[in-house]
């Protein structure tokens, strides 16, 4: 059954790093995941779709939801594919429920969610005790 297992998933790599709670933390962010992702030796396939998403998940946490926010990122390679996720954890959202959006302009956000949605393999939302966590994976062929 081990070695089954180990032909099942042949390498598995995790990063994590926490979120500065300033807007201008983006391109530092996304630097970052570029030298992770070269580390760990991600298609060229994957990348440019990652730092995307990367980018829209970590801006929505710095802008619309309270600090402390964490990135982690988990690759797995095997022999029949690669895949990675992107997970944006905070602690919930900075508006409570009713509260205004006057300033927002809905010209310039709302539309990081539908980017995440049309690159990722697959995505979700959790809801736990800690916060709120949105991943997306990107599948290599």
């Known amino acids: ?5 180990n032909t099942l998933v042949r390498e598995a ?10 807007t201008g933390a983006v391109p530092a962010v ?6 992770v992702l070269a580390d760990w030796d991600v298609s060229s396939e994957i990348v440019d779709d990652a730092l995307l998403m990367v980018s829209e998940l970590v801006t929505n946490a710095i802008v619309h939801a309270l600090p402390p926010a964490r990135l982690r990122l988990s690759w797995m390679r095997s022999d ?25 302009d809905p ?6 969610e539908a980017i995440v949605h049309a690159l990722a393999t697959r995505h979700g939302i959790r809801v736990h005790a800690g916060g709120v966590t949105r991943w997306a994976d990107l599948v290599a062929a």
């Open 1 to 5: 059954m081990a070695a089954q297992l």
């Open 13 to 22: 790599c995790e990063h994590v790093c926490p979120l500065p709670p300033v």
């Open 30 to 35: 996304r630097r970052r995941v570029r030298a």
């Open 80 to 104: 029949e594919r690669c895949a990675l996720r992107v997970e944006v954890t905070d602690t919930g959202p900075a508006l409570l429920g009713g509260q205004s959006r006057a300033g927002i």
């Open 107 to 112: 010209d310039e956000h709302g539309r990081g």
